[in-house]
């Protein structure tokens, strides 16, 4: 059995263990001030933050220092928190600068998730450069460029062509694709004797175009390379609904 995947760290997009903490007492006292220990006790049951007591009660310290949220009401040695006007300017540029691209990396993610499942939300996902860029970080792309590649080649009315042509086809068909060069990296490797997945011989004399086959044991690996691609995609799912549910309150 494989090994589980470790999840991802909100680090991975530029969150700190600190900004966690942050997001989730603002979420809390978006809707009304709560005492200092419900505080405590809505970061420890996050599942996106593990830290001990002190580090909690530090960063929220820090937050009331920054006038972010102030103590409304001491009662004992109980004291009830609420969001100041900063803070709740600094919670909007958390948004305005995390939201957006979680949004579209959670669409991405549940897009190829159909795609590989069949089930799920099957609309393309909205690319920008960034968006991008961090979703060819969170995932496998060798794994996903791979199934992708044979399962185009699966199709009868694609059955035979070229790497650039594959290439292209993942543009069109998926808004993504891997680098120009990369593929040509893993058609050979997938032709290969060692993988003998393609079957790729020159179209003419000429040799003008080098076309590519699946081989019987590349359909059988379209399957697996799809399972493989797909625990590194369910990891993201999860990575990315851990992180809205922070914002959760922003109306998203």
Same mark, same amino acid.
């Given at each position: 059995?494989?090994? &589980?995947?470790? &999840? !991802?760290?909100?680090?991975?997009? +530029?969150?700190s263990a600190k900004d966690i903490i942050y997001l989730i007492v603002f979420r809390e006292l978006?809707?009304?001030? %709560?005492?200092? #220990?419900?505080?405590?006790?809505? =970061? @420890?049951?996050? &599942? @996106?933050?593990? %830290?001990?007591?002190s580090y909690i009660y530090q960063a929220i310290r820090e937050m009331e220092a920054q006038g972010? /949220?102030?103590?409304?009401?001491?009662?004992?040695?109980? #004291?009830?928190? $609420?969001?100041?006007?900063?803070?709740?300017? %600094?919670?909007?540029?958390?948004? $305005?600068?995390?939201?957006?691209?979680?949004?579209?990396?959670?669409? $991405?993610?549940?897009?190829?998730?159909?795609? !590989?499942?069949?089930?799920?939300? %099957?609309?393309? &996902? =909205?690319?920008?450069?960034? @968006? *991008?860029?961090?979703?060819?970080?969170?995932?496998? @792309?060798?794994?996903?460029?791979?199934?992708?590649?044979?399962?185009?080649?699966?199709?009868?009315?694609?059955?035979?062509?070229? $790497?650039?042509?594959?290439?292209?086809?993942?543009?069109?068909?998926?808004?993504?694709?891997?680098?120009?060069?990369?593929?040509?990296?893993l058609a050979h490797e997938m032709e290969d004797a060692s993988n003998g997945w393609l079957e +790729?011989?020159?179209?003419?004399? #000429?040799?003008?175009?080098? =076309?590519? #086959?699946?081989?019987?044991?590349?359909?059988?690996?379209?399957?697996?390379? +799809?399972?493989?691609? *797909?625990?590194? /995609?369910?990891?993201?799912?999860?990575?990315?609904?851990? *992180?809205?549910? *922070?914002?959760?309150?922003? +109306?998203?």
């Amino acid at each position: 059995m494989d090994k &589980p995947l470790t &999840p !991802i760290a909100p680090n991975k997009l +530029g969150l700190s263990a600190k900004d966690i903490i942050y997001l989730i007492v603002f979420r809390e006292l978006q809707t009304h001030s %709560k005492y200092m #220990r419900e505080l405590y006790d809505s =970061v @420890v049951e996050e &599942p @996106v933050n593990l %830290k001990s007591k002190s580090y909690i009660y530090q960063a929220i310290r820090e937050m009331e220092a920054q006038g972010w /949220i102030n103590c409304i009401e001491i009662n004992g040695k109980t #004291r009830t928190m $609420a969001t100041t006007e900063a803070g709740e300017k %600094k919670r909007e540029e958390f948004a $305005a600068t995390y939201l957006k691209t979680l949004i579209r990396l959670k669409d $991405a993610a549940d897009y190829f998730a159909y795609e !590989i499942t069949g089930t799920g939300n %099957k609309n393309k &996902p =909205v690319w920008d450069e960034g @968006v *991008l860029k961090h979703f060819n970080r969170l995932i496998n @792309v060798r794994h996903l460029a791979r199934y992708l590649f044979l399962s185009i080649l699966n199709q009868p009315e694609y059955s035979a062509e070229t $790497a650039i042509s594959i290439y292209e086809l993942m543009n069109y068909r998926y808004g993504w694709q891997c680098g120009e060069g990369y593929i040509y990296e893993l058609a050979h490797e997938m032709e290969d004797a060692s993988n003998g997945w393609l079957e +790729g011989r020159w179209n003419s004399n #000429r040799r003008h175009n080098y =076309v590519y #086959r699946l081989t019987e044991h590349g359909s059988n690996m379209i399957s697996k390379e +799809g399972q493989a691609a *797909l625990s590194y /995609i369910q990891n993201l799912q999860l990575y990315t609904h851990n *992180l809205l549910r *922070l914002f959760q309150h922003n +109306g998203k």
